[in-house]
């Protein structure tokens, strides 16, 4: 009955759901330090801080971890670093994808972006170059013109864009599509 403990097992799958659930509270904490930085600490008068603690209450945060992203966004601005960048790319078939990210280091950011980016055939674009074709509706962007691509470059498009969303910096993704 070697190596058939039942903790052992336990152990493995818990690593795995602590390994999602640190990147979703990484993920949720930029957003409300961001949010602070831009509009203040009263969630009444600042959207983004309420939608960024709903953000962080649908995936189970404590309130005392919400608490400290509060602090440390509204701490002096030179401390964390952290801010909201926007990248323009063009996808396979020309795609326009709008690239949302929260980062303290551009320079990492834009490189990882990039070199999914060129995995998937795409290439990242100067800035204003995709913008154009996107609309702010409320909080979310709409595109202003939309593409119609065959199945499997729609495939492809939503690879990428999963990908994309799976960085650890990246907040949103907008297409065209």
């Not at 303290?104 to 055939?121: P, Q």
């Amino acid at each position: 009955m070697s190596g058939h403990s039942k903790w052992s097992k336990v152990k493995h799958q818990k690593a795995t759901t602590d390994v999602a659930r640190g990147a979703a509270f990484t993920k949720a904490s930029r957003a409300i330090t961001v949010a602070v930085r831009e509009g203040g600490t009263d969630a009444n008068s600042n959207f983004h801080l309420r939608l960024a603690i709903e953000q962080a209450r649908a995936v189970n945060m404590p309130k005392e971890t919400i608490q400290r992203a509060i602090e440390k966004g509204s701490g002096p601005a030179g401390e964390g670093g952290i801010e909201r960048v926007v990248y323009g790319a063009y996808g396979p078939g020309g795609v326009a994808l709008l690239i949302e990210a929260v980062t303290d280091n551009r320079n990492r950011t834009v490189s990882v972006i990039k070199n999914t980016l060129e995995r998937f055939g795409g290439s990242l674009v100067s800035p204003g170059a995709v913008a154009f074709l996107f609309t702010r509706s409320g909080i979310t962007m709409k595109p202003l013109v939309v593409m119609e691509l065959p199945q499997d470059k729609r495939a492809t498009i939503e690879t990428l864009v999963a990908q994309l969303t799976a960085l650890e910096d990246v907040q949103r993704v907008y297409t065209n599509i």
